[in-house]
């Protein structure tokens, strides 16, 4: 029997850099075949677009696969084994397979669906990565807008209860084989070895913790853990959700859907922009003005044949130029998520302010 491929998944909260370390990890691969998987916060798109943009021979369209119907975690049987099927079925199979976790998924069900007869014989969980943003840990939060985060606390009904949130966080860090400390070039040598302290500590015994600065890690360092996770899931419980099975095609789906709707996104396609820097900055002003917890897209600027990539975590944004449009409309299209309740109508009206005066 061929050997069982790897797979490493990817968790993270929102913003906190996952697909820019993947791009990273595909464009220093050294010639291993990886094949994607990434799993939006509805369909949407841009991640899998950013990365199909990395500029390299492993970015291949057939190589990257999104799931868009919904949370992973809650398509398993619909969405998530039939893409692993199709993928393992190809003639050209993957050396290994990466899998991105939207920032709102629980990594426990995803694990276990490894177990799944369909492809239990056919591929085992490397490792599980979850990424931090070292800079919001440090200052004591789990995310970049404070705001935001406050707001879901207030909406709690339990004094005592963590906003849904925290606990995720929490969630994402039990099931981990690795601990990456993103955002390192934002903080000092003092709070990062602190961070790095306070999170092993916290964590199972033999998790390792780095730290990286734009997600750049070795893909040695990333990929090759042998953990087999799938095998080990008492040691990755859950602390606050928990998933009950009776038979394979059993999930608790009510419970879960109840933390997607503390959520919402929506698109906002825009004309083409005059001005980058000054745009990021408008962007920033109608972030913290509307309690955005993660902005992300694409921009059209006037005169340039290259795609301007957006993402912002709260306030911050990084940008570049990835890829020429070619064929593709010369539009701006942004990605707004956050907390339910968003005013849409105000922040579309104030994303195009710049642009259509």
Not at 127 to 134: E, R
Not at 167 to 196: G, R
Not at 285 to 307: C, E, N, T, Y
Request: some cysteine.
């Amino acid at each position: 029997m061929p050997a069982k491929i790897p797979a490493t998944v990817i968790t993270g909260f929102l913003g906190a850099g996952k697909t820019t370390l993947v791009r990273h990890m595909l464009q220093n691969a050294g010639g291993k075949r990886i094949a994607l998987i990434i799993n939006e916060f509805g369909d949407l798109g841009v991640d899998g677009d950013i990365l199909r943009g990395c500029g390299d021979a492993t970015c291949r369209e057939e190589d990257i696969m999104e799931l868009s119907n919904g949370c992973i975690c809650c398509t398993v049987a619909e969405d998530f084994i039939p893409t692993m099927e199709k993928l393992l079925a190809r003639p050209d199979r993957p050396d290994h397979i990466v899998i991105e976790t939207s920032g709102l998924a629980l990594p426990q069900p995803l694990i276990r669906a490894f177990n799944w007869p369909a492809i239990s014989t056919k591929v085992t969980v490397d490792g599980v990565v979850t990424v931090v943003d070292g800079k919001a840990v440090t200052e004591g939060r789990f995310a970049q807008d404070e705001a935001a985060v406050a707001a879901a606390r207030e909406a709690d009904d339990s004094i005592d209860h963590d906003t849904p949130l925290s606990e995720l966080f929490e969630d994402q860090l039990a099931c981990a084989d690795m601990i990456v400390v993103n955002k390192a070039d934002l903080m000092s040598e003092e709070e990062l070895s602190a961070t790095m302290t306070t999170l092993k500590e916290g964590a199972r015994d033999a998790v390792q913790v780095v730290s990286s600065s734009m997600g750049a890690l070795p893909a040695e360092v990333l990929l090759g853990m042998n953990i087999a996770a799938e095998a080990d899931m008492a040691a990755r419980h859950e602390i606050h959700h928990h998933h009950h099975h009776h038979d394979d095609d059993d999930h608790d789906d009510d419970h879960h859907d109840h933390d997607h709707d503390e959520f919402e996104s929506f698109v906002v396609p825009l004309p083409e922009i005059r001005d980058p820097k000054a745009y990021c900055d408008h962007l920033s002003q109608v972030i913290r003005s509307h309690d955005i917890l993660r902005l992300k897209g694409f921009a059209a600027v006037a005169g340039k044949p290259m795609r301007l990539t957006i993402q912002a975590v709260g306030p911050r944004i990084e940008h570049y130029y990835d890829q020429p449009f070619g064929s593709a409309p010369r539009q701006t299209r942004l990605v707004v998520i956050g907390l339910a309740g968003l005013d849409r109508a105000a922040i579309e009206r104030a994303l195009a302010e710049p642009v259509t005066a």
